[in-house]
């Protein structure tokens, strides 16, 4: 079948009343930073309908492929467009599409008529029974079903005639652009790709921030991390990944913090650099992949004395998920086999044997004085020698 174009379906933008052009407007914006690679496409909206026609050859699967990492597509119908509108000539068309498209013709269909075009001199019910009657005389095997067919045949009339029987499904969703920026702290692991993915799917544009601690951590490390967001940035768009030097400050935690309330304690300064570089670029929220309960850093307890630190909302919405449902999002979204790469994260080096599962936060607020005297230089230091790399698919 030598498709030229796609009927692209979406969901929820179409309830957005009369803001509805600003979200069909992304998606097309979307689609184009989605297509241009692949081949020149001509993208318009159409009375709830968007279509791609391709106005060169173009490879068919490459350009699905990157149509389903375009949130806001529920759906992707391939599908064959007519100029001539003739009945008798749509007819041979249909008949040559269900023989191109289906080698075994044994399965039921239904012929599905939308007549945009209320000047065209046939009736959409008489249009679908006309075909029907003709496929079911070019094709023996056939049979028709109208209420559970395996086939669902639809021919819409509009100005010109377009012709779909697939709809394969896309990601759902918001457009990227249409819900402002966020700020992900992105780890090595598997759980911050995914809630990055998670919250861009409504909408919104991710920037991240990683924290390493050369020498502790390695090139590698820090290059799986730049590798992550490169695979995210598929669904996201280009990311702005802020990369902070965190060794001095992990350092100093480390000296003069008491080594069970580590991690808790970097944690907060994690934070409180990465909202500084949210607030300074316009974001408006945090991202991070925490989940209750996952580890001793992420008890009720420890996302308490963590979010303290923060102004910002953070959004963390792997929160009540199952690991396993994570791993298995990662999964799809075609993270998981690099964040499973075995290199350490700044984390895993300087964790204690039996963190504090149940951190109080005037405990730590304490221990946390004990760096009274370094620790605005550190931070400082740690802020002006950021290095931001922007991040594409
Ligand atoms: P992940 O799989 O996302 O690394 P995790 O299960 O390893 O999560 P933690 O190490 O406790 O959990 O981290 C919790 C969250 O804190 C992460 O999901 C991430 O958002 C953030 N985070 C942790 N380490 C870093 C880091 N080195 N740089 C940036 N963000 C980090
Ligand atoms: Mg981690």
Not at 93 to 102: Q, S
Not at 377 to 382: D, G, Q, S
């Amino acid at each position: 079948m030598d498709y030229k174009a796609f009927l692209i379906k979406y969901a929820e933008i179409g309830v957005k009343g009369k803001n509805r052009y600003v979200f069909e407007d992304a998606l097309v914006r979307q689609m184009h930073f989605a297509l241009d690679p692949v081949a020149e496409f001509n993208i318009r909206k159409e009375s709830g309908r968007i279509f791609a026609e391709a106005s060169e050859p173009f490879d068919y699967e490459e350009a699905v492929e990157a149509l389903s990492h375009v949130f806001g597509i529920s759906g992707i119908c391939p599908v064959l467009i007519e100029e001539n509108k003739d009945f008798d000539h749509i007819q041979q068309v249909v008949k040559t599409y269900v023989k191109e498209r289906y080698e075994d013709r044994h399965f039921t269909f239904k012929v599905m008529v939308r007549r945009g075009d209320k000047s065209y001199p046939i009736q959409s019910m008489e249009v679908a029974a006309l075909l029907g009657e003709k496929l079911l005389e070019e094709y023996e095997e056939l049979k028709v079903d109208v209420h559970n067919p395996d086939v669902y045949l639809t021919v819409e009339i509009r100005d010109k005639i377009y012709i779909y029987s697939d709809e394969i499904p896309g990601p759902g969703g918001m457009p990227v652009g249409t819900g402002g920026r966020a700020m992900l702290l992105l780890s090595g692991g598997i759980d911050s790709p995914v809630a990055g993915y998670m919250i861009s799917k409504r909408g919104v544009s991710m920037e991240a921030t990683y924290f390493h601690a050369p020498p502790y951590t390695s090139e590698r490390a820090k290059q799986k991390v730049i590798d992550l967001a490169r695979i995210i940035a598929r669904y996201t768009g280009p990311i702005r990944l802020h990369i902070v030097n965190f060794t001095d400050i992990q350092m100093a935690i480390y000296e003069k913090c008491p080594h069970d309330e580590l991690t808790i304690i970097m944690r907060r300064y994690m934070m409180k650099i990465a909202e500084h570089f949210a607030q300074k670029d316009n974001c408006l929220a945090l991202v991070t992949g925490e989940s209750i309960g996952q580890v001793a850093s992420q008890t009720m307890q420890s996302l308490y004395v963590t979010n303290e630190v923060c102004t910002m909302p953070v959004f963390r919405p792997c929160i009540g998920m199952d690991k396993q449902d994570i791993i298995t999002l990662s999964e799809k979204i075609g993270t998981y086999e690099t964040s499973i790469l075995p290199f350490e994260d700044c984390c895993t080096i300087f964790v204690a044997k039996h963190p504090v599962t149940k951190p109080r936060l005037d405990v730590i607020k304490k221990s946390e004085r004990k760096l009274d005297d370094c620790i605005e230089e550190l931070m400082r230091t740690a802020i002006e020698t950021e290095e931001v790399i922007q991040v594409r698919h």
